[in-house]
């Protein structure tokens, strides 16, 4: 058995301990927000925090959270709610596929850094794509989140 902390809630399952994070998240927990996108850890869509740090899930196997907080789009956080808020105003998502990855990595930018710059923000947010290429707009509902907090 492996027990896991996500969205501070503990999980007790009984899985290989070589099992991408991802599956067990989505397949055994049953959290399904967490997308599967390419499985390589390239495309972001499957980013969760992992004590507050993102990672691509569909790469790291369950042992190597086990001890560990896992946050997944299902959670609760101030800058996730305000994100979201701001991706919906600004009319961010289009197929809305990458979406969690996205404010994920976005959630975790804002915890770490309150005011981040255009720069900081660019490359915090390279890891994540986006086939509809709504950059634009996901750098503009992350700086709305910004102002919002000041």
């Given amino acids: 058995m492996i027990t896991l902390e996500i969205n501070g809630q503990k999980h007790s399952i009984d899985v290989e301990d070589d099992m991408p994070l991802l ?37 790291v196997p369950v042992n190597a959270a086990v001890g560990k907080s896992i946050f997944t789009i299902e959670g609760t956080s101030t800058n996730l709610k305000k994100l979201q808020e701001a991706w919906v105003s600004d009319n961010v998502a289009q197929c809305g596929f990458c979406q969690p990855g996205q404010l994920i990595t976005a959630t975790s930018l804002l915890n770490k850094t309150p005011n981040p710059s255009e720069s900081e923000i660019d490359l915090a947010m390279q890891g994540n794509i986006c086939r509809c290429g709504t950059y634009t707009r996901i750098k503009q509902a992350i700086q709305k989140t910004v102002q919002s907090n000041l």
Avoid: E, M, Q
């Fill in 23 to 59: 599956w067990a998240i989505r397949d055994i927990i049953g959290l399904t927000g967490t997308k599967y996108g390419c499985g390589k850890g390239l495309c972001g869509a499957c980013t969760v925090l992992l004590d507050n740090s993102p990672i691509k899930s569909c790469i």
